[in-house]
């Protein structure tokens, strides 16, 4: 199972609230990772973004050619239509509403594979990235680690987004975009 970035926050921040005031609480180890800047900037954020970008470029080519055929069919149907009975020019216009149809179908299919393929490798990285940042933080010894943007001023010490971006990019480089 795995948790949103948002639900992570909420957590962490109701565990740093029940922590005793006294001095187990001047103990506690906090870290900041910043989930962003790991996603845009790890090896496998910017492998998932470039498959992405030649995935829609290849979308638009494909799609951009079939409604230049649409285009040119349904113009050559209205010069036909003088030619035509009443019938035919119903039958042929049903033809192309078919093929117009067919086409939008065929969009919205891929569109949808295309946000679950994003869905499913972003997911894949994030379930990465938290492995990764609760290694580093057993090995050094942090209790709770919040998320950059959940937090306003840190200290440089604390953050530790460049390990575990580092060490991310060892254990992953490319996650698949795939679609189905």
């Not at 609230?17 to 910043?34: E, F, G, R, W, Y």
């Not at 800047?37 to 970008?53: D, R, V």
């Amino acid at each position: 199972m795995t948790y949103s970035p948002k639900v992570i926050i909420i957590l962490a921040t109701i565990f740093v609230c029940l922590l005793p005031t006294h001095s187990n609480a001047q103990n506690v180890k906090i870290a900041v990772v910043d989930i962003d800047k790991i996603l845009s900037e790890s090896s496998a954020g910017t492998s998932i973004q470039e498959q992405l970008k030649k995935r829609r470029e290849a979308f638009q080519k494909e799609f951009s050619a079939r409604e230049d055929g649409l285009t040119a069919s349904q113009k050559f149907l209205m010069e036909q239509k003088k030619d035509l009975t009443a019938e035919e020019f119903a039958s042929k216009r049903q033809d192309f509403e078919k093929q117009l149809l067919e086409t939008k179908s065929l969009f919205q299919k891929r569109r949808n594979a295309l946000d679950k393929g994003l869905g499913s490798a972003l997911s894949e990285l994030r379930k990465n990235i938290i492995q990764v940042t609760a290694e580093v933080a057993e090995e050094k010894g942090y209790q709770v680690v919040i998320t950059r943007d959940s937090v306003v001023i840190v200290e440089k010490e604390m953050d530790i987004t460049d390990i575990v971006l580092s060490r991310l990019n060892k254990k992953v480089l490319n996650i698949p975009l795939d679609l189905e």
